[in-house]
């Protein structure tokens, strides 16, 4: 009898996480408001210091929307967008704009040294952690955590959230304690190295 109601409890957490998972060809007709910014697909915004959203991790897209929403992460421009978005909309747009190809820009030559040891290495002096340990060697992100994909996304975009969490005008969301503490011990000079090497990594 514990197996079966053990199977029967199973059997309905999975078809929750089923029915909970976004659907992207539902996304797409919501994802067209956001292309006067993002682009078409997420993957080319008008404005560096717009993200890029094409790929960028589904989990990670859904929290972020989530917070938006709420007002728990203040943009501006973003300001009612999603107001009347259902839950499971903000999941269907997540998953449309992961499945959306990514497009890698040119890092700075004179920057990838420096940006590629803090990405790999981090700083041991100042205690900085390597990126590479959330968000992978090659910039993919960590899906199941909730850490985004950052090749390739926009260096000004990097740059200025880097900052939002280092001055603590970014401080919501799971993960935000973890970027805040790390963007704590980062120089500018860093912030814009790492921030233009991840936009060329791939």
């Known amino acids: 009898m514990k197996k079966l109601i ?8 999975l078809i929750a996480m089923a029915h909970g998972a976004g659907d992207p060809e539902a996304g797409e007709e919501n994802a067209e408001t956001c292309a006067s910014c993002h682009g078409k697909g997420g993957a ?25 929403k709420d007002k728990d992460r203040e943009i501006s421009e973003m300001s009612g967008l999603l107001d009347d978005m259902s839950d499971q909309d903000l999941q269907d747009l997540a998953a449309y704009f992961n499945e959306q190809k990514i497009s890698v ?8 040294d420096e940006g590629k040891a803090i990405y790999r290495g981090g700083n041991l ?9 959330c968000h992978s060697p090659r910039g993919a992100g960590n899906e199941p955590a909730g850490y985004p994909r950052l090749s390739g996304q926009s260096a000004e975009y990097v740059e200025k959230q880097l900052k939002a969490y280092r001055d ?5 969301g799971p993960n935000s304690a973890i970027m805040m503490d790390v963007a704590a011990k980062l120089t500018d000079a860093e912030i814009e190295a790492v921030s233009s090497y991840v936009s060329g990594l791939n």
């Open 125 to 133: 002096a100042s205690g900085v952690p390597s990126c590479a340990g």
């Open 6 to 13: 053990a199977g029967v409890v199973l059997g309905v957490g």
């Open 168 to 172: 603590g005008d970014r401080s919501g």
């Open 44 to 68: 080319k915004p008008v404005m560096g210091v717009y993200p890029k959203l094409s790929g960028i991790g589904e989990k990670y897209l859904y929290q972020q929307l989530v917070l938006i």
């Open 105 to 112: 820009a040119q890092a700075d030559p004179d920057l990838v």
